[in-house]
């Protein structure tokens, strides 16, 4: 008999992110902490969407090969918007977009490709799991809050994590790989 899942167990759900940079990565987790206090994720840019992997390890060694062909570049972040369709308010990328979409072209295949919901749009998540009732006064607030900020929003993406899912909504990091063309 199979026993309930533990909070912390690692699930089937994998993902390529980018951490921001201090300063700027905790303004944005203090942004995101007051627009949805219970997220604990930390401030990143998403390389590959979470997906389910038939084989992590294969998939981790084709990001690693990927990546040690990649040249490191330079994101800055924008204005907040709203993807309406998901009712999720993020920070826009300005430079580093189209390095963005095409990393992800050559990271999305082999063991590590997934048939993804949306079209891949490089940002940087405020808040997700909100209701459409909840979206104007959250992207008001994120908008205020954003403007605020003091810091360099230019940061530069030399490396890469592979992060493992939790059923707590958590993520383990797996291993970083470093932009290394």
């Given at each position: 008999?199979?026993s309930d899942p533990q909070?912390?167990?690692?699930?089937?759900?994998?993902?390529?992110?980018?951490?921001?940079?201090?300063?700027?990565?905790?303004?944005?987790?203090?942004?995101?902490?007051?627009?949805?206090?219970?997220?604990?994720l930390r401030a990143h840019?998403?390389?590959?969407?979470?997906?389910?992997?038939?084989?992590?390890?294969?998939?981790?060694?084709?990001?690693?090969?990927?990546?040690?062909?990649?040249?490191?570049?330079?994101?800055?972040?924008?204005?907040?918007?709203?993807?309406?369709?998901?009712?999720?308010?993020?920070?826009?990328?300005?430079?580093?977009?189209?390095?963005?979409?095409?990393?992800?072209?050559?990271?999305?295949?082999?063991?590590?490709?997934?048939?993804?919901?949306?079209?891949?749009?490089?940002?940087?998540?405020?808040?997700?799991?909100?209701?459409?009732?909840?979206?104007?006064?959250?992207?008001?607030?994120?908008?205020?809050?954003?403007?605020?900020?003091r810091h360099d929003r230019?940061?530069?993406?030399?490396?890469?994590?592979?992060?493992?899912?939790?059923?707590?909504?958590?993520?383990?990091?797996?291993?970083?790989?470093?932009?290394?063309?």
């Amino acid at each position: 008999m199979a026993s309930d899942p533990q909070p912390g167990e690692r699930i089937n759900l994998f993902s390529l992110v980018t951490y921001l940079p201090h300063p700027l990565a905790g303004h944005i987790d203090r942004i995101r902490q007051e627009l949805v206090p219970d997220c604990r994720l930390r401030a990143h840019v998403t390389h590959l969407v979470p997906r389910p992997l038939q084989d992590p390890d294969a998939a981790n060694r084709h990001i690693r090969e990927t990546l040690a062909r990649a040249r490191p570049f330079e994101i800055r972040l924008d204005d907040v918007e709203i993807f309406t369709i998901s009712s999720v308010v993020y920070v826009a990328l300005t430079d580093g977009f189209q390095e963005m979409l095409a990393l992800h072209a050559d990271l999305n295949r082999g063991a590590a490709s997934f048939d993804e919901p949306y079209p891949f749009h490089p940002h940087v998540t405020l808040a997700q799991r909100i209701s459409p009732a909840q979206v104007p006064g959250v992207f008001e607030h994120a908008r205020y809050r954003w403007a605020a900020c003091r810091h360099d929003r230019r940061f530069l993406v030399d490396r890469a994590v592979f992060v493992q899912g939790a059923r707590d909504d958590a993520w383990i990091d797996l291993e970083e790989h470093p932009l290394a063309g």
